[in-house]
């Protein structure tokens, strides 16, 4: 009985491990904030990362991606991210956009975002962001 037992706790809990175990992708979530301006951060092939830019008003003023080297990295969209008390139908006021990308190739790019009112364009932009990467094996 004892040995039965403790076979069925080691089954048990082996199942329960490996239900649980995060995959290797999973590992790592990197995030990059606007606190991280002109920072270098290395990253693998494949890997996926968010940059994080937060908006603090209302006056139509927006984050836009204006360059990053296609040949290293892919862009794969953008969330906003609006506050939990905030009506999400609402746009404007403080929210924060969400952009995803993945590392493809070896190399280094620049990822540059600015921050203008787009019936304005990018020639008028209040702020800018950027952040080197570095795709490394």
């Given at each position: 009985?004892?040995?039965?037992?403790?076979?069925?706790?080691?089954v048990c809990l082996t199942c329960a491990l490996s239900f649980g175990?995060?995959?290797?992708?999973?590992?790592?979530?990197?995030?990059?904030?606007?606190?991280?301006?002109?920072?270098?951060?290395?990253?693998?092939?494949?890997?996926?990362?968010?940059?994080?830019?937060?908006?603090?008003?209302?006056?139509?003023?927006?984050?836009?991606?204006?360059?990053?080297?296609?040949?290293?990295?892919?862009?794969?969209?953008?969330?906003?991210?609006?506050?939990?008390?905030?009506?999400?139908?609402?746009?404007?006021?403080?929210?924060?956009?969400?952009?995803?990308?993945?590392?493809?190739?070896?190399?280094?790019?620049?990822?540059?975002?600015?921050?203008?009112r787009p019936w304005e364009g990018p020639e008028l932009a209040e702020?800018?962001?950027?952040?080197?990467?570095?795709?490394?094996?």
């Open positions: 009985v004892r040995k039965t037992l403790l076979v069925l706790t080691i175990a995060p995959q290797a992708t999973d590992l790592r979530h990197l995030v990059i904030t606007q606190t991280m301006h002109q920072a270098r951060i290395s990253v693998q092939p494949d890997e996926t990362f968010t940059i994080e830019l937060k908006v603090d008003s209302d006056n139509g003023l927006q984050w836009y991606l204006d360059g990053y080297d296609d040949k290293s990295l892919d862009y794969c969209g953008q969330v906003i991210q609006v506050p939990v008390n905030q009506d999400p139908g609402f746009f404007g006021g403080r929210h924060a956009v969400h952009f995803k990308l993945r590392a493809r190739n070896k190399g280094e790019s620049r990822v540059r975002f600015l921050y203008y702020k800018a962001f950027e952040v080197g990467i570095i795709v490394t094996p």
